[in-house]
């Protein structure tokens, strides 16, 4: 087990779980095997605080009936990838749109004003899960303008040999207007500007449909199972 800036890494028997102190959704995730070692090793871990374990769909068929029962409905979603060795030269945007790299504290702010917007996370909670990311991580937040006004996010690392897109969110106001697409293409931009051939990232039902059109292709599908620690 390593302390990591807040972050809390476990690392045994094939597991990955990351424990942070923010409380928002996006933390407290398992991969691994399920098994009875494996959940109390998992549960000692995170103490008395929910989780979430994502396995695939192999890992989901192999699920024993006493392990299941410990877990609520899970929640489907598909990993998407893209080759983007041989894709041509990035498509041009509408001159109302401009994407820029956040390099600046008040980009950064900015930057999480517009997330929150979406998420609905509260701020601190999003400071402390995303900033260690780009602070040590390296990740590379985006900021989309639209009409010179803030409307979407993304997020991209490509300290990997695959790169990898999150934190993508749009204003409510400014759906609809192919901002995510834009985005997303400034994302595929940057990781072949870094030699890389692949950018992959996880989907949303709404948003498979988007990424298809791009070029994004299922790899697999995940399964996320919640552990609600105050009911066992």
């Known amino acids: 087990m390593t302390i990591v800036d807040g972050w809390r890494v476990l690392e045994e028997h ?12 996006l933390v407290n995730f398992v991969w691994g095997e399920i098994s009875n070692d494996n959940l109390a090793l ?14 695939t769909k192999s890992q989901k068929e192999s699920l ?10 899970s929640e489907e979603f598909p990993e998407m990838i893209m080759d983007i060795s041989s894709s041509q030269r990035r498509m041009d945007a509408s001159p109302e749109v401009r994407v820029a790299k956040v390099l600046k504290p008040d980009e950064l702010q900015l930057w ?22 780009i602070d040590i991580a390296n990740c590379i937040p985006l900021l989309l303008y639209y009409k010179e006004k803030p409307a979407a996010t993304a ?12 934190a993508m969110s749009t204003k409510p106001e ?8 834009a985005i997303v293409n400034e994302c595929l931009a940057i990781a072949k500007e870094s030699n890389l051939n692949y950018a992959v990232l996880y989907a949303s039902k709404d948003g498979q449909q988007l990424y298809e059109g791009m070029g994004f292709e ?11 620690a105050m009911s066992n």
């Open 174 to 181: 400014f759906r609809r207007l192919g901002l995510g697409k």
């Open 42 to 55: 998992v549960k000692a871990f995170y103490g008395n605080c929910d989780f979430y374990w994502v396995l």
């Open 218 to 228: 299922i790899s697999q599908v995940l399964y996320e199972y919640s552990f609600v």
């Open 112 to 133: 999480t004003e517009t997330a929150i917007a979406t998420f609905g996370f509260a701020e601190n909670d999003f400071k402390e899960f995303f900033y260690p990311l």
């Open 64 to 73: 024993d009936e006493v392990s299941y029962q410990h877990f609520h409905t």
């Open 14 to 25: 094939g597991l990955l779980a990351l424990k942070s102190t923010a409380a928002i959704p």
């Open 155 to 166: 997020m991209i690392y490509c300290g990997s040999p695959v790169a990898g897109i999150y």
